[in-house]
T-cell receptor, first 113, second 114 residues
């Protein structure tokens, strides 16, 4: 299995630009999580999908952030407009609903200048 | 109630030594306690996990000790090796919670000196 796939691995953009991060979960996994990791705040859960439906988005910091999961094999996290304080590593993780373990992707390092 | 507190923030140990990382939680509804290992530039990966009906679980050089009454659990890395140098996160979740979400500790950066 290829594991969770994220793209791009690195993204550098200017303040005000739109940023789209992509995730392909492990085949057969029907739960998907988006996390943000920073030195100051550690690992934060942003949003969680189950069977492509957003279940809990209470961690999404503000309206500039949005996430979609149009099908079982693809999810996006969009930031519009981006700000320097959004600079972080964003991880996608997936899990089979019947299990407890989450499998993390390699992350996208976002730098907003 | 959802917090998991982890200590220390960083740890330096000599090769062959024992690394010990501690975590404490408040919510007694947590029923799954995993430890994740993260190398630089990589995502966290499950290392070992324990449930509260077990006081200890060992996998190779890695052992989780769990104290339900104290609401604490710890990771011991025996015979620490330079390849163990990584950031370790404890976490907790409850099956009944929506999404069975993981609540992570703040992480411990472990450096094993040769």
């Amino acid at each position: 299995d290829a594991g969770v796939i994220q793209s791009p691995r690195h993204e550098v953009t200017e303040m005000g630009q739109e940023v789209t991060l992509r995730c392909k979960p492990i085949s057969g996994h029907n739960s998907l999580f988006w996390y943000r990791q920073t030195m100051m705040r550690g690992l934060e859960l942003l949003i969680y999908f189950n069977n492509n439906v957003p279940i809990d988005d209470s961690g999404m910091p503000e309206d500039r952030f949005s996430a979609k999961m149009p099908n079982a094999s693809f999810s996006t996290l969009k930031i519009q407009p981006s700000e320097p304080r959004d600079s972080a590593v964003y991880f996608c993780a997936s899990r089979w609903t019947g299990g407890r373990e989450q499998y993390f992707g390699p992350g996208t390092r976002l730098t907003v200048t | 109630q959802q917090q998991v507190k982890q200590s220390p923030q960083s740890l330096i140990v000599q090769k062959g030594g024992i690394s010990i990382i501690n975590c404490a939680y408040e919510n007694t509804a947590f029923d799954y306690f995993p430890w994740y290992q993260q190398f630089p530039g990589k995502g966290p990966a499950l290392l070992i996990a324990i449930r509260p009906d077990v006081s200890e679980k060992k996998e190779g050089r890695f052992t989780i000790s769990f104290n339900k009454s104290a609401k604490q659990f710890s990771l011991h890395i025996m015979d620490s090796q330079p390849g163990d140098s990584a950031t370790y996160f404890c976490a907790a979740s409850m099956l009944k919670a929506a999404g069975n979400k993981l609540t992570f500790g703040g992480g411990t950066r472990v450096l094993v000196k040769p």
